[in-house]
């Protein structure tokens, strides 16, 4: 059975900061690409950031390019979600999903399995 457990998430005034672990089980993670994806109350799930099996290869919403960064780590199965200079914004869940490919995916639809997530708000 697949398991991917976030951790991480508060409240974090903004211009502060958040990294965001993604802990997987039961699927071979180092086959697999991540991503992670919010969501505010009422409002449709959005991406965030995605990474490839080896790391090698990322991708970033625009809204988030320059700020937040994705790595992972194989040894540990795990993927991080560095949120740095974060902006005041209505309070979301962040989770991070898994797809049995090698290549980044953008789409939320294209991934196979996902966490419960973690909850984010950012103060003014």
């Known amino acids: 059975q697949v398991h991917l457990v976030e951790s991480g998430g508060g409240l974090v005034q903004a211009g502060g900061s958040l990294r965001l672990p993604c802990a997987a089980s039961?699927?071979?993670?180092?086959?697999?690409?991540v991503g992670w994806f919010r969501q505010a109350p009422g409002k449709e799930r959005e991406f965030v950031a995605t990474i490839n099996w080896s790391g090698t290869s990322t991708g970033y919403a625009d809204s988030r390019k320059g700020r937040f960064t994705i790595t992972r780590d194989n040894a540990k199965n795990t993927v991080y979600l560095q949120m740095n200079s974060l902006k005041p914004e209505e309070p979301a869940v962040y989770s991070c999903?898994?797809?049995?490919?090698?290549?980044?995916?953008?789409?939320?639809?294209?991934?196979?399995?996902w966490g419960r997530g973690t909850q984010v708000t950012v103060s003014s």
């Open positions: 999903a898994a797809a049995r490919t090698y290549t980044r995916v953008l789409l939320a639809s294209d991934y196979d399995y």
């Open positions: 039961g699927l071979t993670f180092s086959n697999s690409a």
